[in-house]
Nanobody, 123 residues
Framework: QVQLVESGGGLVQAGGSLRLSCAAS????????MGWFRQAPGQEREFVAA???????WYADSVKGRFTISGDNAKNTVYLQMNSLKPEDTAVYYC?????????????????WGQGTQVTVSS
């Protein structure tokens, strides 16, 4: 059974930083991408960042230059370093896995999802 477990969310002031982690178990995701999405109250789930098995990275325009996605294949874990956080980054952040690398920004392309971790940025 595949499980994705996120950690690292919390409350931070604007301008601060947080690091999210997503540990995958049950299978490895070689030849696929893992990604992060977020969903704010009353809004659609939106793409944040993704990384392929061979370290190609994709970012949403809204987080470029502030967020960095990285992965550790040995630990089957992906990270999201979030710097210069803004109140509009407040959302539940979800880890996802299993997307073909040509469709990494589409939520529908991912086969597995974590439960989500809350990130709240105060102004």
């Amino acid at each position: 059974q595949v499980q994705l477990v996120e950690s690292g969310g919390g409350l931070v002031q604007a301008g601060g930083s947080l690091r999210l982690s997503c540990a995958a178990s049950g299978r490895t995701f070689s030849r696929y991408a893992m990604g992060w999405f977020r969903q704010a109250p009353g809004q659609e789930r939106e793409f944040v960042a993704a990384i392929s098995w061979n370290r190609i990275r994709w970012y949403a325009d809204s987080v470029k230059g502030r967020f960095t996605i990285s992965g550790d294949n040995a630990k089957n874990t992906v990270y999201l370093q979030m710097n210069s956080l803004k109140p509009e980054d407040t959302a539940v952040y979800y880890c996802a896995a299993g997307a073909p690398i040509r469709t990494t920004s589409a939520a529908s392309a991912y086969d597995y999802w974590g439960q989500g971790t809350q990130v709240t940025v105060s102004s």
